[in-house]
Each structure stands twice: as structure tokens, then as C-alpha cells.
Nanobody
Framework: QVQLVESGGGLVQAGGSLRLSCATSGFTFSRYAMGWFRRTPTKEREFVASMSGSGPSTYYADSVKGRFTISRWSAKNTVYLQMNSLNPEDTAVYYC?????????WGQGTQVTVSS
């Protein structure tokens, strides 16, 4: 069965960096697009970044463009989100997403808290 397990969240000061990881299993990782979303108390779910399965295409929300980088390591079936220049508005629970045959799969989420 499809499993997505996020890690790497934590508490960081404004201006700092974190790298989130999402380890996957149960599907052919290289075939499908992967993404990151986040949820805050005021936003139910917000798109952050995504990356195509077969090619290098990446997409970012305007709010994170230039600060966050999504990448994937097929040998480890893992997708990453490098987050730099973090600010308090980035505080959220971050979720890994896989879109597989029109079905969305989600991890359990990892909390990121940015202090000012």
C-alpha cells in the first residue's frame, strides 16, 4: 500500500533553514508527481511546491518561490523540500502528497514553527 512519511520539521528562527523529507513506498516513485502542501490555522490547505515524475519540471507557490526548493532522489524513493529564509508566515504543518492514478495520497504531516 502507498505510504508517505514526512520528517525534518521543527522549530527554527526567522531567517533559518530546514529540509523536509518524505520517504515513500508502495508505488513506482519515478512515475508520479510529488508535492508539498501546508496547513495553518487560517488556511485549510495551501499548495507549496510540486515536481513531475519523469522530468525536471517544478512548480512553486508565489509565497515560497526563490526560497524553497523541491527535489527528489529516486534511488531512495524520497522527495525533499529545502526551505531557506524562513519567516513566521511559513509556520504550518507540512504534508507530502503523491497523485497516483487520480488519487491523492498524503503523509501524516510534520510541524514547522518559525519564531520571530
Amino acid at each position: 500500500q502507498v505510504q508517505l512519511v514526512e520528517s525534518g520539521g521543527g522549530l527554527v528562527q526567522a531567517g533559518g533553514s530546514l529540509r523536509l523529507s518524505c520517504a515513500t513506498s508502495g508505488f513506482t516513485f519515478s512515475r508520479y508527481a510529488m508535492g508539498w502542501f501546508r496547513r495553518t490555522p487560517t488556511k485549510e490547505r495551501e499548495f507549496v511546491a510540486s515536481m513531475s515524475g519523469s522530468g525536471p519540471s517544478t512548480y512553486y507557490a508565489d509565497s515560497v518561490k526563490g526560497r524553497f526548493t523541491i527535489s527528489r532522489w529516486s534511488a531512495k524513493n524520497t522527495v525533499y523540500l529545502q526551505m531557506n529564509s524562513l519567516n513566521p508566515e511559513d509556520t504550518a504543518v507540512y504534508y507530502c502528497n503523491a497523485l497516483i492514478l487520480s488519487v491523492d495520497y498524503w503523509g501524516q504531516g510534520t510541524q514547522v514553527t518559525v519564531s520571530s
